[in-house]
């Protein structure tokens, strides 16, 4: 079975400043994929960035990155440079091959103010 | 631009009502996705579809079943709505499994409230 842990339900930022989003994670698969998704008020979901279990280098995306820590079992998001329109809530995502088929398991989310 | 839509954004309806919620994606994906949406729980897989008229259940699928008869459409039907079903309910689709990397494309979802 996949697990993912989101363990922040709000978090705050100041604008133009650095944010650390958490994740955590739980498979027994050693092929695996994690994503984070963003989810403004207006309700879409939107990807943001992607970290396979075998790449070597940590993900990045314009102002995101994923610090991936594979001993720890850790994915978090750093958003650099914050911006007010970075408010939204934001989930962790996993995709393994438990039980045969890749199917996309959900953290509870991380919903992120950003002060001016 | 790659899309995902859904019938509706809002949708009010009474207990005890069949209810339908269509998704269309035209990216040409396999698979689809019903997800439930609650505060402080997440995304909750009801259902998903990976191919034409094939489907599996999710982690929730009591009180839901799903239709997929052409490839780019996928509905969620409430049988008879209750007012639990109360929720924010989104559509996604992927390419294929067999890989973890495919992303998933939501629709924007549809508030439904059951009275």
């Known amino acids: 079975a996949q697990k993912i842990t989101q363990t922040q339900p709000g978090m705050f930022v100041q604008e133009k400043e650095a944010v650390t989003l958490d994740c955590t994670y739980d498979?027994?698969?050693?092929?695996?994929?994690l994503f984070w998704y963003k989810q403004p008020s207006s309700g879409e979901m939107i990807f943001l960035i992607y970290?396979?279990?075998?790449?070597?280098q940590n993900a990045t995306e314009g102002r995101y990155s994923l610090n991936f820590q594979k001993a720890r079992k850790s994915a978090n998001l750093v958003i650099s440079a914050s911006q007010l329109g970075d408010s939204a809530m934001y989930f962790c995502?996993?995709?393994?091959?438990?039980?045969?088929?890749?199917?996309?398991?959900f953290g509870r989310g991380t919903s992120l103010i950003v002060h001016p | 631009d790659v899309k995902v839509t859904q019938s509706s954004r809002y949708l009010v309806k009474r207990t005890g009502e069949k209810v339908f919620l269509e998704c269309v994606q035209d990216?040409?994906?396999?698979?689809m996705f019903w997800y439930r949406q609650d505060p402080g729980l997440g995304l909750r897989l009801i259902y998903f579809s990976y191919d034409v008229k094939m489907k599996e259940k999710g982690d929730i699928p009591e009180g839901y079943s799903v239709s997929r008869e052409k490839k780019e459409r996928f509905s969620l039907i409430l049988e008879s709505a209750s007012t639990n079903q109360t929720s924010m309910y989104l559509c996604?689709?992927?390419?294929?499994?067999?890989?973890?990397?495919?992303?998933?494309?939501f629709g924007p979802g549809t508030r439904l409230t059951v009275l």
């Open positions: 498979t027994s698969d050693p092929s695996y994929g």
């Open positions: 990216m040409d994906h396999e698979n």
């Open positions: 970290q396979g279990s075998y790449d070597q």
């Open positions: 995502a996993m995709r393994s091959a438990s039980g045969g088929s890749y199917i996309p398991t």
């Open positions: 996604a689709s992927s390419q294929p499994t067999g890989s973890s990397y495919n992303e998933q494309f």
